[in-house]
Each structure stands twice: as structure tokens, then as C-alpha cells.
């Protein structure tokens, strides 16, 4: 079996537009959870979530780019284009046969989906959907747009296991590397839902907090206070790497991932 290791990361998070950003307010303990600016939420019994704050696609992509892909697939790519700059991959020298992506998405276009379908309902009946609507909407279109940006030939798709989407990709991942399929993935995960379905649909289910009063630190799972999670968005990506493949190049080293567990989400669900 091969030997695994991380030599790149990307972020774009509630609490940082990139990894340094990222990782100072994470020593510092910001919260990123505040009150909800993508709609209003008067309706609502949670009005606050963990939005990425101060996101413009146009500091990232071109405007007819934008208008293709879903905002869950923008977070992606810019993750992934920050992992591989920050790994120091020379692409033009790698095996692009043996390069993959399996980057996940709990829910994927969720934002396309529901604003598409909301035009329908809203219209005389006649079917004007965009040509992207499919495109744009469905879960693995992420793995799929960074594999065609950067013509990666390697395993490209998506996981989808509810909470635990983007460890299951990662383990994966790990695994065709570990079995020799591959020499470097990118892997993670990316998710925008916070929009009418999503926190109605979550509330609906009382799985969301509704701690409107201590928004800031509502998101305590282990607490005997608890009452719920808190939505939140954005993206993360890792490099992984065979050990001896990053060696060669002299690349740095974050860490070597040396075991792997999976478990199931069912119970989780079904409770």
C-alpha cells in the first residue's frame, strides 16, 4: 500500500476568503455565524447562519463564467485553484493520467434549484429553463468543472453522505491512492444552501438551532444546551499526494494520513 500525504490546502470559509484568513481567525475564535443577509428571514425561525462574508464573483470569475455555475461550484474551484497553488504542483510536469478529484457536496445546487423551479411556478407554464439548469444543479459538477479546468484524467467524481460527504471523499481519495490508481487528488468539499429551502427545509425538520439571541456561539453540539446545528457554506480542499510522488518534487509536507474509519449516518438520520 502507498503512503498518503497532504501538501496542499484551500479555503474559502465563513470566517476566511482564504487559507491564511482562515487560519487567524480560527486561533483567534471568530465565529462566523451572524444573522442571514441572503433573504429575509422574518418568517423564520432561524434567522442567522455561517454565510462566507464579502463574496463577489466577479473578483474570481468573468460575469458569463459566473452565470454558468452555481455558487456551490464557484467556492470549489476557488479552493482548489488555492490548494494547488499552495502545493507548488507544476501541472504542465504531472502524470495528468493519474491526477483525480473527488470533491463532494451534501445537497449541491441547491440555489440553482430552487431559483429555476420558483421561475416556473411563477410563470404562464411554459418550461424557460436555462440550459444550465441541469448542469448547474447537480452534485458532482464541481469535481467535474476543476477536473475539465485543469484536464485532470484521473477519477473525477462526488460523495454524498449527508454531514459526512467530504471526510467519505477524502477517505476514498486516500484509498485510490493508497491502491496505486492515482498519484494526486484533490479532494474535499463545498456547499451553499443557505437560501428559503434550505433553512426552511432543516427547520421543518427541527434540526437547525433557532438560538436567535446567541447567534454567535448557537453552534455547540456537545453542550447539554444544545438545540440544534447551524447552516453554514463555503468550500475546502485538499491535496493529497503519494508520499514518495511529493518527495520527488520536494514538495512540503503538512501531514501523512495514516488510517482511515468510515461509519454510517443512518441512525443520525433516522433519529
Known sequence: MKRVVVTGIGALTPIGNSLSEFWEALKNGVSGSDFITKFDTEKFKTKFACEVKNYDSNKYFERKEANKI??????????????IKDSGLNLDKIDKDHTGV??????????????????????????RFSPYF????????????????????????????????????IIDAVTYIKLGKASVFISGGSEAAIN??????????????????????????????????????????LILEEYEHAKARGAKIYAEIIGIGMSSDAYHITA
Open 196 to 237: 428559503e429551502p434550505g433553512i426552511g427545509g432543516f427547520n421543518s425538520m427541527q434540526a437547525l438551532s433557532t438560538n436567535n439571541e446567541e447567534y454567535k456561539t448557537a453552534s455547540r453540539p456537545f453542550d447539554k444546551t444544545r438545540d440544534g446545528f447551524v447552516m453554514g457554506e463555503g468550500a475546502g480542499a
Open 70 to 83: 452555481d455558487v456551490y461550484s464557484q467556492y470549489a474551484l476557488i479552493a482548489a485553484e488555492e490548494a
Open 134 to 169: 441541469i448542469p448547474k444543479m447537480i452534485s458532482n459538477i464541481a469535481a467535474g468543472l476543476i477536473s475539465m479546468k485543469y484536464s485532470f484524467r484521473g477519477p473525477s467524481f462526488s460523495i454524498v453522505s449527508a454531514c459526512a460527504s467530504s471526510t467519505n471523499a
Open 102 to 127: 473527488i470533491l463532494a457536496s451534501g445537497i449541491g445546487g441547491l440555489d440553482t434549484f430552487y431559483n429555476q423551479i420558483k421561475g416556473f411556478v411563477l410563470g404562464d407554464g411554459t418550461p
